[in-house]
Nanobody
């Protein structure tokens, strides 16, 4: 399964970025999708996810600042990140959670660097 992230980069604190994740149509239509991140020296953590039935889960650190959306026509998942903080610096991964799979499918990651 190929999940392809894009949109990472460098931004100053307080700024915004929008990440994209393109997925195969059969994945997009039947699996939960989400964003995770891993900062240097830390474990990978949930950012935001949406289940196949539309339930959204937020990581505590991003509530009120990040939003997730899906474009069914483009089979693309988005992560809109506003009011970025230096602690949001991490590699961001797109993931698919499919009932028929034993584990999550992962993208290759896209790096986000927030400077003060």
């Amino acid at each position: 399964v190929q999940l392809v992230e894009s949109g990472g980069g460098s931004v100053q604190a307080g700024g915004s970025l929008k990440l994209s994740c393109a997925a195969p149509g059969y994945i997009f239509s039947s699996c939960g999708m989400g964003w995770y991140r891993q900062a240097p020296g830390k474990e990978r953590e949930l950012v935001l996810s949406v289940s196949s039935i539309g339930t959204t889960r937020y990581g505590d650190a991003v509530k009120g600042r990040f939003t997730i959306s899906l474009d069914d026509a483009k089979n693309t998942l988005y992560l809109q990140m506003n009011s970025l903080k230096t602690e949001d610096t991490a590699v961001y991964y797109c993931a698919a959670d499919c009932d028929y799979a034993d584990s999550l499918y992962w993208g290759q990651g896209t790096r986000v660097t927030v400077s003060s």
